[in-house]
């Protein structure tokens, strides 16, 4: 038995957002991977849920007019990867989402749970930093939307306001993904049931010749006390040729703005050294999927 | 708090009075006798206790019973043929050996009938995949993606 008090089921946001305000200190739950699991360790006692799976308009993956991707936050990690609209725009997406758990925690976890639980080693978030999402986070009042790299707070901690607030969309512009090639690398101990040790994706995009970095927007998992994305780094490569300098100054230039640690599931040291390399394997094989040369 | 819900067990509808605070595992051990379904980890690693939900295998230990209304579910106890012949996916199994104690094995099965539905063929990496929801301490997995391949392999 899990230590509920009550579980409440939303069909729509209006009244998840209602029972959200009607009750202290409940707790959202959708795919319940994480939830139920930080019940199982005591670290959350005589819950109130909130349970959204019921929630059609949370579902699902639609291509706007403007050529943006609407991903529902309640869409399951199956159906991101499944999705063929994901596949031909956003392929380095639905590989990440492949990455997460096994295939029967793919078949329920979500989207929107891996970014609103806040873990530092969420396997899809990387991915959204470097195509910058767009969340759309609702409250009884209003709407707002909010870039992802503004979303994570600390670990386990986003700025969500508990009692109020809902992620309601993610959205992918279509200036992050147009022209542009990506590439996602999780370092784990396994293949398999692994949370990341470390997590890269390279988002870039090429001149006309395909020798030039015109774009390039890089993110990181487990390698700050948020996931992060690396500004000045971006800045240095844009503009670079493709060739040994450029994959130099990434190695080097990328450890200013990281700030690893150790933990029990791997030492900063070799944190540093995942960094430094990744990047390095990331960036190349985004060029790759960008249609350039290495 | 007791609620009452209605879900479809292996082709049956039942009406059943559960706790809101227990998992579909122990509804369908303790309160239908669906002893097929493992209690392994009971955290979502292991895969024990894998069964069919609308169609798509997930771990009943992180499933709310509440959920499961209006849901259907399969567990090993419900795919056997109408005359009482094994599932493909379980004659494949005693052919190949792909048991030894036992305890992963209804889970095991219940993904291989998941694949079998989807209509499609896997090569032997994307089995790999496709099980590595599953732990099997006894068998080091060889056996049972024989038996995967003879059924869905491509």
């Known amino acids: ?294 | 708090m007791i609620k009452v819900i209605r879900m479809t067990v292996n082709g049956k509808l039942e009406e059943l009075g559960i706790d809101e605070r227990e998992c579909l595992t122990d509804t369908l051990r303790n309160r239908l006798g669906l002893l097929s379904v493992k209690k392994g980890c009971e955290a979502g690693e292991c895969g024990a206790c894998t069964v069919l939900i609308d169609g798509k295998a997930k771990n009943s230990c992180v499933y709310l019973t509440v959920w499961a209304e209006n849901k259907e579910i399969i567990t090993v106890e419900g795919i056997r043929g109408k005359s009482g012949n094994l599932h493909p996916v379980q004659q494949a199994f005693v052919d190949e050996a792909a048991i030894q104690c036992g305890f992963c094995t209804p889970g095991l099965i219940l993904t291989g009938v998941e694949l079998v539905n989807s209509g499609k063929k896997y090569t032997r990496e994307e089995l790999r995949t496709l099980i590595s929801g599953h732990l099997c301490r006894c068998t080091g997995y060889e056996n049972i993606l024989h038996a995967l391949e003879k059924v869905v392999g491509k």
């Open chain 1, 1 to 294: 038995m899990y230590d509920i008090k009550t579980v409440l089921k939303a069909t729509s946001v209006q009244e998840a957002l209602k029972l959200l305000g009607d009750n202290e200190d409940a707790t959202i739950i959708d795919g319940g991977t994480d939830v139920l699991i930080r019940m199982k360790e005591r670290k959350l006692k005589n819950a109130t849920l909130i349970s959204i799976q019921d929630i059609g308009e949370l579902y699902g993956v639609t291509i706007l007019e403007n050529g943006d991707i609407l991903i529902g936050p309640g869409t399951n990690f199956t159906d991101i990867e499944e999705n063929s609209i994901i596949q031909k725009h956003i392929p380095v997406l639905g590989y990440a989402c492949s990455q997460v758990g096994s295939p029967q925690i793919r078949n329920i976890a979500t989207i929107g749970g891996n970014i609103c639980n806040g873990a530092v080693s969420a396997d899809s978030v990387p991915s959204l930093l470097a195509l910058d999402a767009i969340l759309e986070i609702s409250s009884p009042d209003d709407t707002r939307l909010i870039p992802i790299r503004q979303f994570h707070t600390g670990p386990g901690k986003t700025i969500l306001k508990k009692q109020k607030e809902l992620l309601t969309k993610i959205i992918i512009p279509k200036d992050s993904y147009e022209n542009h090639g990506a590439n996602y690398i999780k370092f784990g101990q396994r293949n398999a049931m692994e949370i990341s040790t470390l997590g890269c994706a390279v988002n870039l995009s090429l001149s006309d010749d395909k020798k030039t970095i015109e774009d390039y927007r890089i993110a990181f998992g487990v390698a700050s006390s948020t996931p992060i994305r690396c500004p000045f780094l971006e800045e240095k490569v844009r503009g670079m040729d493709i060739g040994e300098e450029l994959f130099k100054t990434i190695r080097r230039e990328v450890l200013h703005e990281v700030n690893p640690r150790d933990s029990w599931r791997a030492s900063k040291e070799l944190r540093i050294q995942l960094i430094k390399e990744l990047s390095r394997r990331a960036t190349k094989q985004a060029i790759l999927n960008a249609g350039g040369t290495v």
